[in-house]
């Protein structure tokens, strides 16, 4: 069975940093792109990033530029969100989706659309 699982996400407040990882089994990690989305109360999925199956590639959007960095290891299989100056708008339910074709952030996503997606972490950050 092909599981994303995320690790816990956490409590903090403005400005701080939180690490989510996401560890996938079950298919050639190195052959998918991975995603970060999340969905914050009340609204619909919001991309945060993605990242190309050799690591080469990282695409974000805008609201989280230079301030959040997606990265994987290949051999552990695991993509990482490393985020940095959270600000209160960030609290949402953080997922990891793969996929073998990439996807545009400009596309809004939609869960049916990707093969692997993970079960979500919640993130929050407080004023």
């Known amino acids: 069975q092909v599981r994303l699982m995320e690790s816990r996400g956490g409590s903090v407040q403005a400005g701080g940093s939180l690490r989510l990882s996401c560890a996938a089994s079950?298919?050639?990690?190195?052959?998918?792109?991975m995603y970060w989305v999340r969905q914050a109360p009340g609204k619909g999925l919001e991309w945060i990033s993605s990242?190309?199956?050799?690591?080469?590639?990282?695409y974000y959007v805008d609201s989280v530029k230079g301030r959040f960095t997606i990265s994987r290891d290949n051999a552990k299989n695991t993509v990482y969100l490393q985020m940095n100056s959270l600000k209160p708008d960030d609290t949402a339910v953080y997922y990891c989706?793969?996929?073998?074709?990439?996807?545009?952030?400009?596309?809004?996503?939609?869960?049916?659309?990707?093969?692997?997606w993970g079960q979500g972490t919640q993130v929050t950050v407080s004023s």
């Open positions: 079950e298919f050639t990690f190195s052959n998918y792109w």
């Open positions: 989706a793969a996929d073998s074709r990439w996807w545009s952030l400009r596309i809004p996503p939609h869960e049916s659309d990707f093969p692997y």
């Open positions: 990242i190309s199956g050799d690591g080469g590639a990282t």
